[in-house]
Nanobody, 124 residues
C-alpha cells in the first residue's frame, strides 16, 4: 500500500506560482509512475501531468509550458511546479501513483493510489 499526502495548495492571484508537494509513505515509489490530476467544481477529474520511474514526463495541453512535474525518489516525493496560473486552474489537485510505466500516459485507471487532494484557487 502507498499512502499519499498532498500539500502546498492555497490562494494565489492570476499570473502567480505555486509548488505542490506529494509525500508518499508505506513503500518506495521509485518504481511507480506518479501523476497529478485535478477536479474543478462540477467537472470531472482530469489529467494534469505524470512522470515515469525513469523520469519521462507527460502533461496535458492546457498546462504545457506552465506546469512542471518532478520527483525525488530519495525523499519519496513528487512535486508540481505551477507557474503563470490562470483562474481556470482553480481545482482540487490530487497526487496519484501507478505501478506501470504506461500510467505516464495519464489514464485515470492506471493509477491505484490517490491522495486526499489540496485546494488551489486562482483569483482574477
Amino acid at each position: 500500500q502507498v499512502q499519499l499526502v498532498e500539500s502546498g495548495g492555497g490562494l494565489v492571484q492570476a499570473g502567480g506560482s505555486l509548488r505542490l508537494s506529494c509525500a508518499a509513505s508505506g513503500r518506495s515509489i521509485s518504481t511507480y509512475s506518479m501523476g497529478w490530476f485535478r477536479q474543478a467544481p462540477g467537472k470531472e477529474r482530469e489529467f494534469v501531468a505524470a512522470i515515469s520511474w525513469t523520469g519521462r514526463t507527460n502533461s496535458a495541453d492546457s498546462v504545457k509550458g506552465r506546469f512542471t512535474i518532478s520527483r525525488d525518489n530519495a525523499k519519496n516525493m513528487v512535486f508540481l511546479q505551477m507557474n503563470s496560473l490562470k483562474p481556470e486552474d482553480t481545482a482540487v489537485y490530487y497526487c496519484a501513483a501507478g505501478p506501470k510505466s504506461r500510467a505516464v500516459a495519464g489514464s485515470f485507471s492506471d493509477f491505484d493510489y490517490w491522495g486526499q487532494g489540496t485546494q488551489v484557487t486562482v483569483s482574477s
